[in-house]
């Protein structure tokens, strides 16, 4: 199994920044791809954005493109997500998400990740 643990969450006013860190348990972390889902209260789980194993390819909900940065260091088996110019709308529990490299379903879809943390909440006033 992969354990997932998220840390980083807090409040913060609108327009501020904040960096979420999940670290994984696994050997083979190299070997996966990376997520970032959010689920508000009464929303469903929103894919925020992705990265790739061996090619470190992003890719990126257009709400949140430009304002998020993901990113990996396999030697450390992190991944970061870096959130800039926050917006209300933003706040949300925020979920990393682990499948294998092989998995070709669809990258947004959160129902194609075998593991999960327990999420980070979010909030961002105005």
């Known amino acids: 199994q992969v354990q997932l643990v998220e840390s980083g969450g807090g409040s913060v006013q609108a327009g501020g920044s904040l960096r979420l860190s999940c670290a994984a348990s696994?050997?083979?972390?190299?070997?996966?791809?990376m997520a970032w889902f959010r689920q508000a209260p009464g929303k469903e789980r929103e894919f925020v954005g992705r990265?790739?194993?061996?090619?470190?390819?992003?890719y990126y909900a257009d709400s949140v493109k430009v304002r998020f940065t993901i990113s990996r260091d396999d030697a450390k088996n992190t991944v970061d997500l870096q959130m800039n110019s926050l917006k209300p709308e933003d706040t949300a529990v925020y979920y990393c998400?682990?499948?294998?490299?092989?998995?070709?379903?669809?990258?947004?879809?959160?129902?194609?990740?075998?593991?999960w943390g327990q999420g980070t909440q979010v909030t961002v006033s105005s």
């Open positions: 998400a682990a499948r294998k490299s092989s998995n070709l379903f669809r990258s947004s879809d959160s129902r194609s990740y075998n593991y």
């Open positions: 696994e050997r083979t972390f190299s070997f996966y791809s």
């Open positions: 990265i790739t194993s061996v090619s470190g390819s992003t």
